[in-house]
């Protein structure tokens, strides 16, 4: 059983940054594969970044590849997204997710085990 967190959102001018946290509870957050997605007002929910559990792996989406950074600290049991560049059309509420078995390099967000509540990212132009 594994509680999420997100926190960092806020308002920011495009080409800013921001960094966002994802604090999960449990003694086995080291077991789970951290994810990313966003989802913007009347759009689906979308992938974002990846990491694995042991941090040796990242994976992006186009869209934020360059500009986006996930990392994580085993010890501290928190995920992180390091948003650089922003745009206006990074908008949308930020989800963390976190996932034990990976059945594939890219998985859906349907095959995600733990979700948090989201935290907002709004980008002014």
């Known amino acids: 059983q594994v509680q999420l967190v997100e926190s960092g959102g806020g308002l920011v001018q495009a080409g800013g940054s921001l960094r966002l946290s994802c604090a999960a509870s449990?003694?086995?957050?080291?077991?789970?594969?951290m994810a990313w997605f966003r989802q913007a007002p009347g759009k689906e929910r979308t992938f974002v970044a990846r990491?694995?559990?042991?941090?040796?792996?990242?994976y992006y989406a186009n869209s934020v590849k360059g500009r986006f950074t996930i990392s994580r600290d085993n010890a501290k049991n928190t995920a992180y997204l390091q948003m650089n560049s922003l745009k206006a059309d990074d908008t949308a509420v930020y989800y963390c997710?976190?996932?034990?078995?990976?059945?594939?390099?890219?998985?859906?967000?349907?095959?995600?085990?733990?979700w948090g509540q989201g935290t907002q990212v709004t980008v002014s132009s």
């Open positions: 990491i694995t559990r042991d941090g040796g792996g990242t």
């Open positions: 449990g003694r086995t957050f080291s077991s789970y594969s």
């Open positions: 997710a976190a996932l034990r078995f990976v059945p594939v390099i890219i998985p859906t967000a349907n095959q995600y085990d733990y």
